[in-house]
């Protein structure tokens, strides 16, 4: 894994193994994450041309989000209130296939800046809505907020 220049999160460049068959990308192993962080659960999303997803942070979460397909922009803010304000933006995705680790209290957002739609993965450490979905979402919106300083170029 790569830190970067927001403490916690971390890249790390992944590697596609190719064939006959098609191809093959290791995401994780659990001995090279970070102490600390397991993933709970995994899902896949597709993200539309054009479209952006967040931003948003969580209090407790850590994401876990690989970028395998199409086109995307990362963008990532510090907004925790111990560290000094920072700001990370990643070309992501099958050009440059990346796992990055964002934990709690770093808002994050990211858009599809291809022409077709794109799927991302994430293997958070925390389930969505808590065990049996009974606890609340562990998520702070800023996308309708128009005083919000996490904005989209």
């Given at each position: 894994?790569?830190?970067?220049?927001?403490?916690g999160?971390?890249?790390?460049?992944?590697?596609?193994?190719?064939?006959?068959?098609?191809?093959?990308?290791?995401?994780?192993?659990?001995?090279?994450?970070?102490?600390?962080?397991?993933?709970?659960m995994?899902?896949?999303?597709?993200?539309?041309?054009?479209?952006?997803?967040?931003?948003?942070?969580?209090?407790?979460?850590?994401?876990?989000?690989?970028?395998?397909?199409?086109?995307?922009?990362?963008?990532?803010?510090?907004?925790?209130?111990?560290?000094?304000?920072?700001?990370?933006?990643?070309?992501?995705?099958?050009?440059?296939?990346?796992?990055?680790l964002?934990?709690?209290g770093?808002?994050?957002?990211?858009k599809?800046?291809?022409?077709?739609?794109?799927?991302?993965?994430?293997?958070?450490?925390?389930?969505?809505?808590g065990r049996?979905?009974?606890?609340?979402?562990?998520?702070?919106?800023?996308e309708?907020?128009?005083?919000?300083?996490?904005?989209?170029?």
């Open positions: 894994m790569e830190a970067t220049v927001i403490p999160v971390l890249v790390r460049s992944l590697k596609r193994f190719s064939d006959a068959r098609g191809w093959l990308m290791e995401l994780f192993r659990e001995d090279e994450l970070p102490d600390g962080f397991r993933p709970a995994g899902y896949l999303s597709v993200t539309k041309p054009g479209v952006a997803r967040g931003p948003h942070e969580h209090v407790d979460q850590t994401d876990g989000f690989a970028f395998l397909s199409g086109s995307y922009r990362l963008y990532l803010w510090e907004n925790r209130p111990d560290r000094a304000p920072a700001k990370l933006e990643l070309e992501v995705g099958e050009a440059n296939p990346v796992l990055v964002v934990p709690p770093v808002v994050h957002a990211y599809n800046v291809g022409d077709a739609e794109a799927f991302v993965l994430n293997v958070p450490n925390r389930l969505y809505a049996n979905r009974a606890e609340p979402v562990d998520e702070i919106r800023h309708a907020d128009p005083a919000s300083p996490f904005r989209l170029d």
